[in-house]
């Protein structure tokens, strides 16, 4: 399984991006994609899930009412649509498959595939 990140960026304070992963290969017909970050020198954080079950999705409160999360199942794309785009939102985004798609874990050992991550820098 491969997973190919798009759609970084730098953006001003407040301004918006919207990221896709295209995952290709095995993954099966039921999995969970998902979105995490790292800024520098912090640890992995989830900012959003899409199961196949249900098609249900949850993005925590950090980002809730700013960021969503969609899946597009007919390409085995996920998308994070980031509004009002803060500048503690700086950091390295990654998408990430979990071959059980009963669940939306928020603990980056759940997942069994990542993609090369991409950048996102909010100045103020």
């Known amino acids: 399984v491969q997973l190919q990140a798009f759609g970084g960026g730098l953006v001003e304070a407040g301004g918006s991006l919207r990221l896709s992963c295209a995952a290709s290969?095995?993954?099966?017909?039921?999995?969970?994609m998902a979105w995490f970050r790292q800024a520098p020198g912090k640890d992995y954080e989830f900012v959003g899930g899409?199961?196949?079950?249900?098609?249900?999705?949850y993005v925590p409160g950090v980002v809730t009412g700013r960021f969503t999360i969609s899946r597009d199942s007919t390409k085995n794309t996920v998308y994070l649509q980031m509004n009002s785009l803060k500048p503690e939102d700086t950091a390295a985004y990654y998408c990430a498959l979990d071959l059980d798609g009963r669940r939306i874990a928020v603990f980056k050992d759940a997942y069994d595939f990542w993609g090369q991550g991409t950048l996102v820098t909010v100045s103020s």
């Open positions: 899409s199961s196949w079950y249900g098609g249900r999705t």
């Open positions: 290969g095995r993954t099966g017909r039921s999995y969970t």
